[in-house]
């Protein structure tokens, strides 16, 4: 082994250990910061030399990931890059990266494990244009690339033969990049074919074309920024990356990040009674469908009607109507885009059977106009969510991890608070949880005596029932704010992350160290 790698074997087992954080925090000032990961993917059964844009002092820093099959070493000396190796058997989907030092940890950013071929953009070819776009072959593949500069555009080359189709998925504002992105397709002779923007769920889009004429056909990527701001030009900066899937079959785009749907509609027995789990399609404009279902007096039902979040363009309008006479009991439209549904929650009056109605808002219909409804009695239960994504106990002072702890549907069993992971020395004073929804804080501290430690921990509120089994929900912080318009790759973190700072040495100690 040569010099080099036997230092980065060294600073790959330094970092694995923990030993990183031995003696930098009294040079260090400050967390790392983490803006972006180039490329923002990679294959799994991979070895990806990843630049990590952003600052990260001492050098070099750890880093974690939430995919286990995920490692990385530092590339030699060069600040900002590493080797990320991911194994063949790796999870495929996103995954949530940071870098920590002994001072903190930086923000958790994206990196998607992928199945395809992975290409990268040539920074150096001539691609601001579409006369002079990227040639791609080999079809299909993930490309990564980044809007770097403002008023930048990509521009890719493909060849497509007639009647050939042509779908591209487009993930940027999706890995949190400060994009509302836009796709340009254009023809062998320059005239533009295709625009697409928003895609239903969030502001990627998504492009579908079925090429009419052989030749070199030109798909080029710019965005503006989200949110928006009063700069009318294409948006370009350090972390506005994307990810582009090219295909030329549909079934060879990697599956999306969302709740699992039947595979095939359902169609409704006369009389059923809830639980129910349908999927529907309105295949011609102005269609609805109708479900019949039986109900008992004093039941309290869900009813659900959801597209957008997984994917589906219908904008679903659901009415609850009785059987005998089709009168309306409730008309209920989308909800918020925090809860983009149709539901109503029911108290059944009388012994019977109703019809839920389930229509497109604006008439529209054919194959992609999917919707799924449930109908069941709701479950009593909780949920917990974290003020903050990551800690930081500073000597002799404590930290304060604030929890909204939230019941639905009449919860009010006993819970308690359990966190795991947390470094020796380290204690927690689990609050009292209240039997309604309520803010609790929960304070860590350390002793004198308490080492200096950078890791994740889990929060975890637990009802106190006495079973085998009792029911847990793992306190997460969501991406989800003011500013997001859709759904991200991943929308929280379980894995908070605590840093405990070291205790700064005292002028005898440093008067001992200068002597040896």
């Given amino acids: 082994m040569n010099r080099a790698g036997f230092q980065r074997l ?10 990183w954080g031995a003696g930098g925090s009294a040079a260090n000032a400050a967390p790392p910061s983490l803006d972006a990961i180039l490329p923002s993917g ?19 820093c750890g880093v974690w990931c939430s995919n286990p099959g995920v490692t990385f070493a530092p590339d030699g000396e060069k600040k900002g890059q590493f080797l990320a190796k991911i194994a063949p058997d790796a999870r495929p989907g996103p995954c949530l990266v940071r870098l920590h030092n002994p001072d903190g940890a930086s923000e958790p950013r994206f990196l998607t494990i992928g199945t395809l071929k992975e290409v990268a953009e040539d920074e150096k070819a001539d691609n601001d244009n579409p006369a002079g776009g990227q040639k791609l072959e080999g079809l299909p593949v993930t490309l990564n690339g980044r809007l770097e500069k403002s008023q930048d555009v990509d521009c890719y080359t493909v060849m497509l033969n007639a009647e050939q189709s042509f779908f591209v998925h487009c ?4 890995l949190r990049a400060g994009t509302d992105p836009f796709l340009h397709l254009y023809g062998p002779d320059g005239s533009r074919l295709l625009l697409e923007n928003d895609n239903p769920r969030n502001l990627d889009p998504r492009l579908r074309f079925k090429a009419t004429q052989s030749g070199f056909h030109t798909l080029a990527i710019m965005a503006i920024a989200s949110p928006p701001n009063a700069n009318v030009s294409f948006h370009g900066a350090a972390n506005a990356v994307y990810r582009l899937t090219l295909a030329t079959n549909e079934s060879a785009l990697p599956a999306r990040y969302s709740p699992e749907v039947p595979a095939e509609d359902t169609p409704e027995a006369p009389d059923s009674k809830p639980p129910l789990d349908v999927m529907g399609t309105l295949s011609k404009p102005g269609e609805t469908d109708r479900h019949r ?4 007096k ?11 979040t997984h994917g589906f ?8 109507r009785k059987s005998e006479d089709d009168s309306v009991i409730r008309s ?10 149709a539901e109503y929650v029911w108290k059944v009056p009388a012994d019977g059977l109703y019809v839920v109605e389930i229509g497109d808002r604006f008439h529209r219909g054919g194959s992609d106009f999917r919707y799924r409804l449930t109908i069941a009695e709701p479950e009593p239960d909780f949920s917990a969510t974290a003020d903050k994504n990551a800690y930081v106990i500073e000597p002799g002072k404590a930290a304060e991890i604030k929890l909204k702890v939230t019941r639905e549907n009449g919860h009010d069993a006993p819970l308690e608070l359990k966190i795991d992971g947390l470094p020796e020395g380290v204690t927690a004073e689990p609050p009292e949880i209240p039997a309604k929804t309520a803010d609790v804080t929960v304070k860590l501290s350390g002793t004198a005596d308490t080492r200096a430690a950078s890791v994740p921990i889990r929060v975890r509120v637990v009802e106190k029932t006495g079973g085998e089994k009792p029911r847990n929900r793992v306190a997460a912080f969501s991406f989800q704010d003011s500013n997001a318009r859709g759904p991200y790759l991943i929308d929280e973190i379980a894995d908070l992350w605590l840093t405990v700072k070291a205790k700064p040495p005292d002028e005898k100690s440093k008067d001992e160290a200068k002597k040896k």
Wanted: overall charge negative; proline content about 8%; hydrophobic content about 40%.
């Fill in 171 to 174: 993930d940027s504002y999706a």
């Fill in 332 to 341: 209920v439209d989308d909800g918020t885009r925090d809860q983009p549904a």
């Fill in 42 to 60: 990679g294959k799994a059964g991979s070895e990806t030399l990843l630049t990590l844009v952003g600052k990260a002092e001492p050098w070099p």
């Fill in 313 to 320: 363009p219908t904008d679903p309008v659901m009415n609850l």
């Fill in 298 to 308: 004093g039941q309290t039902l869900r009813l659900r009607a959801e597209a957008t």
């Fill in 10 to 19: 060294i600073l790959g087992l330094q970092m694995a250990a923990g030993l």
């Fill in 293 to 296: 279902f039986s109900a008992t």
